[in-house]
């Protein structure tokens, strides 16, 4: 009975020390160290051991949100970078364009410093605000010296400026852009305010005097009134007749169109004239008339060339839609 009891013992001790064996081997152990790192069931046997690295979520998010800031700036400079060079070629490829901003840059550049520059042979000491402050008068003294030298070069000169620039703006009235004008056409305007505007309007003040010799009240009206009728009505259609002929276009389109606009053109005037000429007869003296003139002239010549190229470029329109018409009438199949 007792060596009974004796086996019995020894196979229950052998079996709890093999159960308790595997349970050591299969035991882990969990071990915390930061919340950047976990040490997750490490077993005493080395090749089970595994390390787990979560990252912290609001780093990440901030950092990401860094990041995409830093990309939307560097895509917004990126983008403004591109616009600007876009910008430039354009107008580089635009030969039109570049051309136009060229004339308009160096004219106006050579007449800012013509003007500023007036004085600069006594410049010796002088400080800017002198410079600025005498350039008006100085310029003013050189245009009536030009004027006793040689008038009616003088008067050209200031004419054909006027209507160069008063087509100019024309254009740009019409809805071109400022830089695409019609070069031939500002041309066209400018040459025939330089060759005939200015010398003709030099002789006519000469002769309104002639006709007018007396001060009197009603001279001033008389002389609104002459140059309102005959003169005007004489320089419309010079203007009109001289730019269709510039245009190359036939004497019948250019006296129909004459017809067309004669009494448009005169009674346009008359809106703005007047008022300007009680100025001109009434205040102004003889040799100064043709530069205020012309400086009303700047409004005046945006509706004669208005008035003068719209009709043309309307006929050459239509010319252009009767021709399509034609040649697709031409192109349809025969039956």
């Not at 000469?206 to 002459?226: G, M």
């Not at 703005?272 to 002239?297: K, M, N, S």
Request: hydrophobic share 40%; proline share 4%.
């Amino acid at each position: 009975m007792s060596a009974l009891n004796n086996f019995a013992t020894h196979i229950l001790s052998s079996s709890s020390k093999r159960s308790l064996q595997e349970s050591r081997k299969t035991q882990t152990l969990s071990i915390n160290f930061s919340p950047t790192f976990t040490i997750q069931n490490i077993p005493k046997t080395p090749s089970r051991i595994s390390f787990v690295c979560p990252i912290n979520a609001v780093t990440e998010d901030k950092e990401a949100e860094a990041n995409q800031e830093n990309e939307k700036k560097e895509s917004n400079g990126t983008e403004i970078e591109e616009k600007i060079k876009n910008s430039f070629l354009s107008i580089l490829l635009d030969k039109d364009r570049f051309f136009n901003a060229s004339i308009v840059l160096g004219a106006g550049t050579l007449a800012i410093t013509r003007l500023l520059t007036i004085d600069h042979e006594y410049w010796h000491g002088w400080t800017l605000y002198e410079i600025l402050r005498y350039a008006p008068e100085h310029n003013w003294i050189a245009y009536e010296e030009a004027l006793k030298a040689n008038p009616v070069l003088a008067k050209m000169a200031i004419s054909g400026i006027v209507y160069s620039v008063g087509d100019w703006i024309a254009q740009c009235y019409e809805g071109k852009p400022l830089l695409e004008f019609d070069r031939t056409r500002m041309f066209r305007s400018g040459l025939v305010g330089f060759s005939l505007h200015g010398s003709l309007s030099h002789y006519y003040y000469q002769f309104c005097e002639a006709l007018f010799p007396s001060n009197d009240w009603w001279v001033v009206p008389a002389k609104v009134a002459f140059d309102q009728t005959i003169w005007s009505a004489i320089w419309n259609s010079i203007y009109f007749v001289v730019l269709g002929f510039l245009r190359l276009e036939s004497a019948s389109n250019i006296f129909g169109e004459l017809r067309a606009t004669f009494w448009p053109m005169l009674t346009a005037g008359w809106k703005l004239w007047p008022f300007a000429h009680l100025i001109t007869y009434g205040v102004i003296p003889l040799e100064q008339r043709l530069l205020w003139v012309d400086c009303v002239e700047l409004v005046w010549v945006t509706i004669l060339s208005t008035y003068s190229n719209e009709k043309s470029e309307a006929r050459i329109s239509e010319e252009l839609s009767e021709a399509k018409s034609d040649s697709s009438s031409s192109k349809l199949p025969e039956d």
